[in-house]
């Protein structure tokens, strides 16, 4: 299984930014997709999450309204569109994947795989 995290750059505070994860090996529609950031010296936080099978949408408090997760099953790929960007916005973002849903879907442990991220730096 591979995770193919992609889309990220250099914006300015407001702007907005696509990221992409690229899914092999894995059918992301019966998967638990989420994705997760971490900032320079903190911990890895998670963002959203798009749920296997239903595919409902689950987001932290600090970026519901801004920040929208989906899934597109004919590409195996899903996407987190970013609007309204702040500076504290700023880390690496990470795809994540996780085969059932036993766990916490905001829990890290719940995931099975892990893209390699990708960085997002929004200036102010």
């Known amino acids: 299984v591979q995770l193919q995290a992609s889309g990220g750059g250099l914006v300015q505070a407001g702007g907005s930014l696509r990221l992409s994860c690229v899914a092999s090996g894995l059918s992301v529609a019966g998967a638990t997709m989420a994705w997760y950031r971490q900032a320079p010296g903190k911990e890895r936080d998670f963002v959203a999450a798009v749920h296997r099978i239903l595919g409902t949408t689950s987001y932290a408090d600090s970026v519901k309204g801004r920040f929208t997760t989906s899934r597109d099953n004919a590409k195996n790929t899903v996407t987190l569109q970013m609007n309204s960007l702040k500076p504290e916005d700023t880390a690496v973002y990470y795809c994540?994947?996780?085969?059932?849903?036993?766990?916490?879907?905001?829990?890290?442990?719940?995931?099975?795989?892990w893209g390699q991220g990708t960085l997002v730096t929004v200036s102010s």
């Open positions: 994540a994947a996780a085969r059932t849903g036993s766990g916490s879907y905001t829990d890290m442990r719940s995931y099975d795989y």
